[in-house]
């Protein structure tokens, strides 16, 4: 069976390396390529791929938000999340419901792999970290949020505007939104303040807050 991808990356160098990567392959062909979920979801309908690998962030959403929205459209469709190295991110995908996590800093090898695998079980889960980061959460303190989530939040208790947050980060704005409402869905709040004086309560905000704190803060 050739599998068919298609690649959605912000980044245009993750793209063409894995056109590169599966060039040399003869079961994998590379059929598109898109770095926002707009068009994720246009060449998904299109070209009826086997298989898609999506970065942890987008221009215009995040990894784990249209992979979930992939898997419910297209339930057979195989969904693999290529990111950062985040415990809390790999533990998300899989509770989304996606085929694979792999780091991008993995080998050509293991990522390939990923595909081959997404291709064949679509609907089971498989990620090499995926033991170690189960047997971390069971001995580390529960929390709801994931590692960029704590990050957000870090930055709303400074006093960052969605627009600053986004600098900081280097993703769009709308992706700032999205975990700032995960954030306050996650904590039960309805705005900033809510959602810094439960997560005080609950022991979330453990750093400093940082010395060039911007202005008053306002709700994002």
């Known amino acids: 069976m050739r599998i068919r991808l298609v690649a959605v990356d912000r980044h245009t160098l993750a793209r063409l390396g894995l056109a590169y990567a599966t060039a040399a392959t003869d079961d994998i062909e590379l059929v598109g ?13 299109d070209l009826a791929p086997t298989v898609v690998t999506i970065g942890g962030e987008l221009t215009d959403s995040d990894g784990i938000t249209l992979g979930r929205e992939l898997r419910r459209a297209h339930p057979g469709l195989g969904v693999v999340l290529l990111a950062a190295a985040d415990d809390g991110l790999l533990l998300q995908a899989l509770q989304a419901g996606l085929s694979a996590f792999v780091t991008k800093t993995a080998d050509t090898n293991e990522i390939l792999a990923a595909i081959r695998h997404a291709a064949v079980s679509a609907t089971t889960f498989a990620s090499p970290g995926l033991a170690a ?28 505007t ?42 979330l905000l453990t750093e400093p807050a940082r ?10």
């Open 33 to 45: 390529g898109a770095e926002d979920a707009q068009d994720a979801r246009r060449l998904v309908a």
């Open 133 to 160: 980061a189960i047997a971390a959460r069971h001995h580390r303190p529960s929390s709801p949020l994931s590692a960029r989530e704590h990050e957000v939040l870090h930055l709303l208790r400074d006093g960052y």
């Open 162 to 203: 969605t627009p600053r947050i986004a600098v900081a980060l280097s993703v769009s704005e709308s992706t700032v939104k999205t975990y700032i409402g995960r954030l306050y869905e996650k904590l039960g709040a309805g705005n900033r303040a809510q959602a810094l004086m439960t997560a005080v309560r609950r022991g």
């Open 211 to 220: 010395a060039e704190a911007a202005a008053p803060a306002r709700t994002a």
